[in-house]
């Protein structure tokens, strides 16, 4: 299934030396891969993944909200944020229009952030007014076609309660483990490159020797001109392990899904609460079976670096550093009453019973009348946000987190780390042509060109 080209040694004899290392393999690191391969000239890359297969953490099909978000109906997005993730999204949008003509890695829904009440109306509204330029598919829609539309988010409602909705048609549900199984396919699929895919096969450790990186793994060491970590939270590991990203701590963030019966033809997010910084619990059928309607995700705070698995709780604490600093920043971040309060529900969502009585109430917001026997929690779904808690302001940095250093990228990629893969591959083999100096060349035009969303203008 992998390329496997050839085993190189750790001297440091040119044949044997990468031109780019890449430590992980999730949809980050495949996109990145992907990129390299056909846009660029580099001809010798490494891909080192600690699993089996590509995505199984937390791009895997189970682990996350499998939601494209654009940032027309994520309410918690500014539109400077909405901006930039829009143009990101599009090119993972326009790649899979391109690769994916059978629709295997995604399905298109029509999806809605539903306003309940005057005060959530209101706010819409005027978003709205801010956002429509942005997102021209965008309609906003009344109570009666709301209920045409998805007819349980009405049934057993208050008949007097003022009911709006953003809507589009443009709604994309991805399966994010195909679409990094499809980054790796195309770029292995390019006979002008030498491509090593490494799997099961864990990155100990990265030295710099000279004008080289020296990278440990538990089977050989590879030696590379330049790297790329797209290691999720352990970036900041191996971050750290270098030197870097001294003024950065984790917040591990998990998240937990409920299942329900085919409640709802499309995504339904809900009006995001101010102040909490995790996207309020949206429902959508899975990728690949509208008869099932997925809630969540929950926000429960846990120390581990990746979900389910306990050997990353030593890993998280190296990777938090017990510093006075760190302990300050998380303390402040928890003192806020509505942060605290919000992650103290959070932790019970998943507690056999109790969970499931006080998450009904989340989906009665958009399902008023789902009962108890309705919801099952989904066991083994779910995976960790590393937000980033900023040792310095001592608050949490939403979004992605970047560190760049000598010849060397550490990605931090909580959500919607899937939905700007493409984009942040590009920013990063912009630096890497940069580190790798000037017969390195990146075909950024042609990127742009069939990626992004084309332009119409009107003679
Ligand atoms: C509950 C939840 C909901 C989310 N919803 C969405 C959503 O709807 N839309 C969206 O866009 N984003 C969403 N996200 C975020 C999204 O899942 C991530 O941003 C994205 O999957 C990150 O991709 P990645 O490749 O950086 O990380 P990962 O997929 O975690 O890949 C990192 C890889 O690095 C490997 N690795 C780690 N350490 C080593 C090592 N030492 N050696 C070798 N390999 C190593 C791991 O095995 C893993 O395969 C969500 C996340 C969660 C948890």
């Given at each position: 299934m992998f390329a496997m080209n050839h085993q190189p040694s750790t001297t440091n004899n040119q044949q044997d030396i990468y031109d780019v290392a890449i430590v992980g393999g999730g949809v980050c690191g495949t996109s990145l891969l992907y990129t390299l391969s056909k846009y660029?000239?580099?001809?010798k890359i490494a891909l080192i993944e600690k699993?089996?297969?590509?995505?199984?953490?937390?791009?895997?099909?189970?682990?996350?909200?499998q939601t494209l978000h654009?940032?027309?109906?994520?309410?918690?997005?500014t539109l400077d944020k909405a901006r930039k993730v829009n143009q990101a999204a599009s090119f993972v949008k326009n790649y899979l229009l391109q690769n994916d003509i059978d629709q295997e890695i995604y399905t298109k829904y029509h999806k809605m952030v539903l306003a309940v009440g005057k005060e959530q109306a209101a706010k819409l509204k005027t978003r709205y007014q801010e956002f429509k330029q942005l997102f021209p598919a965008l309609r906003l829609i009344d109570r009666q076609e709301v209920a045409k539309l998805e007819p349980l988010v009405l049934q057993?409602?208050?008949?007097d309660e003022e009911i709006t909705a953003l809507y589009t048609d443009e709604g994309y549900t991805i399966n994010f483990k195909k679409l990094a199984q499809s980054f790796l396919d195309n770029a292995l699929s390019n006979p002008e490159k030498s491509i090593d895919i490494m799997m099961?096969?864990?990155?100990?450790s990265i030295t710099k020797q000279n004008n080289f990186y020296l990278v440990k793994t538990n089977q050989k060491t590879l030696t590379a001109k330049t790297v790329a970590v797209t290691?999720?939270?352990?970036s900041l590991l191996l971050a750290k392990s270098l030197g870097?990203?001294?003024?950065y701590a984790l917040l591990s963030v998990a998240g937990s899904f409920y299942f329900a019966p085919e409640f709802l033809r499309g995504k339904i997010y809900t009006v995001q609460l101010k102040k909490l910084p995790f996207a309020a619990i949206h429902g959508d059928p899975e990728v690949d079976n509208q008869k099932i309607t997925r809630f969540g995700p929950t926000a429960k705070v846990l120390?581990?670096?990746?979900?389910?698995?306990?050997?990353?709780i030593l890993e998280y604490f190296q990777t938090a550093g017990l510093s006075l600093k760190a302990i300050a920043s998380f303390l402040k971040i928890l003192s806020d009453f509505t942060v605290l309060r919000y992650i103290i529900l959070n932790l019970l969502y998943d507690i056999p019973v109790i969970g499931k009585i006080l998450f009904i109430e989340q989906v009665k917001k958009i399902?008023?009348?789902?009962?108890?026997?309705?919801l099952t929690f989904a066991k083994g779904y779910g995976g960790i946000r590393p937000q980033i808690v900023n040792l310095n302001t001592k608050s949490l940095e939403l979004g992605e987190a970047k560190i760049i250093g000598d010849k060397i990228i550490f990605n931090i990629t909580p959500s919607p780390g899937a939905s700007t893969c493409l984009q942040n591959a590009s920013d990063d083999t912009t630096r890497l042509m940069d580190f790798l100096g000037n017969n390195y060349q990146f075909d950024r035009g042609k990127f742009d060109q069939d990626l992004s969303d084309k332009v119409v203008t009107k003679i």
């Open positions: 660029t000239n580099v001809t699993e089996a297969e590509v995505a199984l953490i937390n791009s895997n099909k189970n682990s996350n909200s654009f940032g027309d109906i994520e309410t918690n997005y057993g409602r208050k008949s099961a096969t864990k990155v100990t290691a999720g939270a352990h870097y990203g001294k003024d120390p581990m670096l990746e979900r389910h698995n306990y050997a990353t399902v008023p009348s789902v009962k108890l026997r309705d």
